[in-house]
């Protein structure tokens, strides 16, 4: 079967720098996404990495390891909006996108 | 500017009761999906389609039907409502390309009783 996994909740503080993790085991790799979904509101588009390294995009940043299946999402000089959900997906085979069920990241001052 | 809605964006209904939730996008899209989305699950795929006329099954699409008459809009339908179907619901668009980001709508809550 398919799988996306990442942790369910995250607590991080205001300035600080966190990393939230997704592994995946899929038929098929056709690239990975990042969104950012706010409570109550609509997925957004963050990061797409397809080759294994390091793309960065301003305080953001998403790897990829396509032979560990792994994938992480950093982000850095963290702000109270930053709060959020945080959703791992990942084009299969078939370019049908796979999801994780989601990261709860809480932000404290 | 380009968008993507959802209509309407709350709707509670009774069980059995036939349902449909609109999507229009203005991006020119081929590209058009519906969701749900459930507490501890990831978006679930329902069904989507590639362009005029074509449509296909998702992951979760029994009781659920869509058409595509245009390239703007794919209806979703629920045909008998049940307690089950009571979720979230997403619409999204793509463009035709290797990339393909989705931009997703606003969200239909749906309740059914």
């Known amino acids: 079967g398919q799988n996306i996994d990442q942790p369910t909740e995250m607590t991080a503080t205001e300035g600080a720098i966190v990393q939230i993790n997704c592994t995946y085991q899929t038929s098929g790799f056709n690239g990975l996404f990042w969104y950012q979904q706010h409570a109550g509101e609509a997925p957004t588009f963050l990061s797409y990495n397809v080759l294994d390294g390091l793309e960065e995009k301003g305080r953001f940043s998403s790897f990829l390891s396509r032979s560990k299946g792994y994938s992480y999402l950093l982000l850095k000089e963290l702000q109270m909006k930053d709060s959020a959900s945080y959703l791992c997906a990942v084009k299969d085979s078939n370019y049908q996108l796979i999801w994780g069920a989601g990261t709860k990241l809480i932000i404290k001052p | 500017d380009a968008e993507i809605t959802q209509s309407p964006r709350h709707k509670i209904t009774e069980t059995g009761r036939q349902v449909t939730l609109a999507c229009h996008q203005t991006w020119n899209h081929n590209n058009m999906f519906w969701y749900r989305q459930d507490l501890g699950h990831g978006l679930r795929l329902i069904h989507y389609s590639y362009g005029v006329q074509d449509t296909n099954k998702g992951e979760v699409s029994d009781g659920y039907s869509v058409s595509r008459s245009n390239t703007e809009d794919l209806p979703l339908t629920l045909e008998s409502a049940a307690s089950s179907q009571t979720s979230v619901y997403f619409c999204?668009?793509?463009?035709?390309?290797?990339?393909?980001?989705?931009?997703f709508g606003p969200g239909t809550r749906l309740t059914v009783l």
């Open positions: 999204a668009s793509s463009a035709v390309d290797s990339y393909n980001e989705q931009f």
